[in-house]
T-cell receptor, first 111, second 117 residues
Framework: DAKTTQPTSMDCAEGRAANLPCNHS???????VYWYRQIHSQGPQYIIH???NNETNEMASLIITEDRKSSTLILPHATLRDTAVYYC????????????FGTGTRLQVTL | GAVVSQHPSWVICKSGTSVKIECRSL??????MFWYRQFPKQSLMLMAT?????????EQGVEKDKFLINHASLTLSTLTVTSAHPEDSSFYIC?????????????FGPGTRLTVL
């Protein structure tokens, strides 16, 4: 699976949009981009995934560049409860279903 | 959504004892479960992949005789840390893959914090 690079940490004011970038320059054509988050002392939570089109759900939006070498997770109106470590993972969708977690981005939402 | 539970949520034990952690898929069947370990301020590291009715597949560097995994049913996998030592103190997290599920088919449990004295 392709390696991803994320900033170590980011801050965001409550109510503002949080934009979390991820670089995956070696992504293959059949690899999807997944985002999970982990609130302190809890298990990871699935947020969103995509292949090449932008995706949106009730939690977030995922913007993938045309060359697919990077993506951005957008939390449109961050709240204090969104404070967590956000992991960007790329993997081939298949029976193995392994998730390889990198170091992620620690997002701190402040008042 | 699909729910995965872990028991216990935390455990403290003496060095040399064995500890069993349970991972259950509450409202779905899981043909595959995964066990992760997370040390403080570090990321999750996959320890092993557990398939119902067969032997678990361990990641490189994980001792299979120390971390015993049993996946006897489609809703239960157990991880036993044998002869635990202080360096085994960690946050253990399981995930379960929904049989025939879609892309977000892997659901995580809340984790078990193990402290070995």
């Amino acid at each position: 699976d392709a390696k991803t690079t994320q900033p170590t940490s980011m801050d965001c004011a409550e109510g503002r949009a949080a934009n979390l970038p991820c670089n995956h320059s070696t992504i293959s054509g059949n690899e999807y981009v997944y985002w999970y988050r982990q609130i302190h002392s809890q298990g990871p939570q699935y947020i969103i995934h995509g292949l090449k089109n932008n995706e949106t759900n009730e939690m977030a939006s995922l913007i993938i560049t045309e060359d697919r070498k990077s993506s951005t997770l957008i939390l449109p109106h961050a709240t204090l409860r969104d404070t967590a470590v956000y992991y960007c993972i790329v993997r081939v969708e298949g029976t193995a279903s392994k998730l390889t977690f990198g170091t992620g981005t620690r997002l701190q939402v402040t008042l | 959504g699909a729910v995965v539970s872990q028991h216990p949520s935390w455990v403290i034990c003496k060095s040399g004892t064995s500890v069993k952690i349970e991972c259950r898929s509450l409202d779905f069947q899981a043909t595959t479960m995964f066990w992760y370990r997370q040390f403080p301020k570090q990321s999750l590291m996959l320890m092993a992949t557990s398939n119902e009715g067969s032997k678990a597949t361990y990641e490189q560097g994980v001792e299979k005789d120390k971390f015993l995994i049993n996946h006897a049913s489609l809703t239960l996998s157990t991880l036993t840390v044998t002869s635990a030592h202080p360096e085994d103190s960690s946050f253990y997290i399981c995930s379960a893959r929904l049989a025939g599920g879609g892309h977000n088919e892997q659901f995580f449990g809340p984790g078990t914090r193990l402290t070995v004295l």
